[in-house]
């Protein structure tokens, strides 16, 4: 059993940045693969990042390529989301995810634990 607790959203100025973070519960925290992704209103969730449990890959969206960065810290249990060069269409709540599986999976009934989410709103 994993619990997730995101923070760090709010509102930010287009160009700007923010960092995520998703504090987790576990003692088996190491060996889930993360992710994060967002879910804007009247839209479906979607992929963001993930990172393997080790953190020796990552894989993005291609919508965030370049100025996202996923890291993870699993001495702290911690899985962080670096947000750079917002766009407005970034806005939305983002969610941290779990799964215990090894692929870089990108829907979102392959993860098995979710937070509740944190929203980041960014103003043109």
């Known amino acids: 059993q994993v619990q997730l607790v995101e923070s760090g959203g709010g509102l930010v100025q287009a160009g700007g940045s923010l960092r995520l973070s998703c504090a987790a519960s576990?003692?088996?925290?190491?060996?889930?693969?993360m992710a994060w992704f967002r879910q804007a209103p009247g839209k479906e969730r979607e992929f963001v990042a993930t990172?393997?449990?080790?953190?020796?890959?990552?894989y993005y969206a291609d919508s965030v390529k370049g100025r996202f960065t996923i890291s993870r810290d699993n001495a702290k249990n911690m899985v962080y989301l670096q947000l750079n060069t917002l766009k407005p269409e970034d806005t939305a709540v983002y969610y941290c995810?779990?799964?215990?599986?090894?692929?870089?999976?990108?829907?979102?009934?392959?993860?098995?634990?979710w937070g509740q989410g944190t929203q980041v709103t960014v103003s043109s």
């Open positions: 995810a779990a799964r215990d599986g090894v692929t870089a999976a990108t829907i979102p009934r392959r993860y098995d634990y």
């Open positions: 576990g003692r088996t925290f190491s060996s889930y693969r």
């Open positions: 990172i393997a449990a080790s953190g020796g890959s990552t």
